[in-house]
């Protein structure tokens, strides 16, 4: 039985899994590690904390299955985190992380030199904070030292890749990612880089998603368990990899992805970019493909700081019973009338990212009465974070991209409750598949075309995806939604400016 190894490089932790040709999810295995947050708005973490997990996850994954049979391994992760190494490939520091805020001053300055439509026509996104160019910059103005040793810069993923294979190599959907890649022609933009003193060679060779960057080395076979020359995929970014998983492969079917963070991800054939730039085009794993994505920072973590701040209860009979305090949460909210009765909530727990770019803004509960109780307060962050959602996802509609249905993954997507929210808000269905293992299952599709079980990315996942559940928008709520979505746009925009000022007298 051939096997393929899908391993995904995350933000909690690293995950493997193994499937067969089928599809048929054959073994997984989880290792977590810790994300550093040295001052307010900066997150870390340690490239030596990535590599010991991927190791051992990759050890646990050989000794459940016949490692023999394994065909290729596929690399997703988190994007773009900048790992900086040094002329004898050692690492200089902690990684920036892709939710770090540090960089807005870096930001305004490439958009000042390059200016915001030149930028985007050039790398088809705006500068933003989470994005790697920036953090490249910041470290040669504050960390001017350790910048004069960098000789390359790699995503997440692509150390490990580095650390697997002994190539430097990353693929065209991570690469968009760094504003750096030039996203219609699929390779770096060197015009950029000198515009603003970056030197090429510190980016690696890109490669389209299904194609070879190199074999696992006799030391990583040795350390993991895994057979030598294995060959390794060049894979995608998580968002790209997660799109594969779901089958968002042609036109019309998008992703709405409830994680940690929130993402709406759409399948494009053409690249078409917003001129305002309020969501992403990126190149997808798919080969000669695009994506047009939205991102906000604190969806599923919206819920999970709900969760653990004000329900102390819900988490104390959840341990007791042993059922998720999340299902306590969402049925109390599911009892509560649409519109939450003129309660609102803002999502911005960490800034956010699309269609705001705003690094400033922070969460806010608006409406709040002496009706209001914590059921209330518990339907109102769902409900915000699907009006998140539908921010980008009217831009998207708006720039020409079809959206017949949803496929709804993560952890968040496990709710009917929100799943039903999502579908009115969204305006459109909610479908849940046979599948939610996330990127890494994308990564693993990714191995399978590269090892030959499957010509194509989409034959793959015709062959391997399948909807199991639909819901439907409920014509009875869309007016109503229609116009809390109009106070949720005006809200954010009325409180905008005064994020920015209590931002300057925390200092």
């Not at 229609?482 to 009325?494: L, V």
């Amino acid at each position: 039985m051939d096997i393929v190894l899908g391993l995904d490089v995350g933000t909690s932790g690293t995950k493997a899994i193994a499937m067969d040709a089928s599809g048929k999810l054959l073994a997984s295995a989880l290792v977590e590690y810790p994300l550093y947050s040295p001052k307010p708005n900066w997150a870390e973490q340690d490239p030596a904390d990535w590599k010991r997990a991927a190791f051992e996850a990759l050890t646990q994954l050989a000794a459940r299955i016949d490692a023999a049979n394994v065909k290729a391994l596929g690399l997703t992760g988190q994007m773009h985190g900048s790992v900086f190494l040094d002329k004898d490939n050692q690492v200089l520091r902690r990684a920036l992380l892709w939710c770090d805020q540090r960089t807005a001053e870096q930001c305004a300055q490439i958009t000042g030199k390059v200016g915001e439509a030149r930028l985007i026509e050039m790398v088809s996104n705006p500068a933003l904070t989470g994005f790697t160019a920036p953090k490249i910059l910041w470290l040669r103005e504050n960390e001017p030292a350790l910048y004069e040793r960098v000789r390359k810069v790699l995503l997440p993923k692509d150390y490990i890749r580095f650390e697997l294979t002994g190539e430097f190599a990353t693929d065209v959907a991570d690469a968009s990612g760094t504003l750096l890649f030039d996203v219609q022609h699929r390779c770096w933009h060197k015009e950029l880089m000198s515009l603003l003193g970056i030197d090429p060679s510190f980016m690696p060779a890109s490669f389209e998603g299904p194609e070879i960057t190199g074999t696992l080395s006799k030391e990583a076979a040795a350390k993991t368990g895994l057979p030598a020359g294995i060959p390794v995929v060049a894979g995608g970014g998580d968002q790209a990899a997660g799109g594969v998983g779901c089958g968002i492969v042609r036109e019309g079917v998008i992703s709405s992805s409830l994680g940690t963070s929130g993402v709406v991800f759409a399948f494009a054939d053409e690249v078409s970019t917003d001129p305002q730039g309020r969501v992403h085009t990126f190149c997808h794993s798919v080969p000669g493909k695009w994506h047009v994505m939205g991102v906000m920072l604190s969806a599923g973590g919206s819920l999970q700081w709900f969760r653990n701040t004000l329900c102390p209860a819900e988490r104390s009979v959840g341990a007791e019973t042993g059922m998720d305090p999340y299902e306590y949460i969402t049925a109390a909210a599911a009892r509560v009338p649409v519109g939450c009765e003129g309660l609102l909530f803002l999502p911005y727990l960490t800034g956010e990212r699309t269609p705001h770019k705003d690094p400033y803004a922070k969460g806010a509960f608006i409406g709040l009465s002496l009706r209001h109780t914590k059921a209330y307060m518990a339907r109102a962050v769902l409900e915000g974070v699907a009006f998140g959602m539908r921010d980008s996802l009217e831009i998207i509609r708006g720039m020409g991209v079809k959206v017949s249905e949803i496929r709804a993954s993560g952890g968040g997507a496990r709710s009917a409750v929100w799943r039903h929210i999502l579908a009115d808000i969204g305006r459109a269905p909610m479908v849940t598949i046979n599948v939610d293992e996330g990127p890494s299952y994308g990564a693993a599709i990714l191995a399978s075309v590269a090892a030959g079980m499957y010509g194509r990315v989409e034959e793959a996942c015709d062959a391997i995806i399948h909807e199991i559940s639909r819901v439907e928008p409920d014509p009875k709520h869309l007016a109503a939604y229609d116009g809390w979505f109009k106070e949720y746009q005006a809200a954010y925009q009325a409180l905008a400016p005064a994020y920015r000022r209590m931002a300057g007298m925390l200092g």
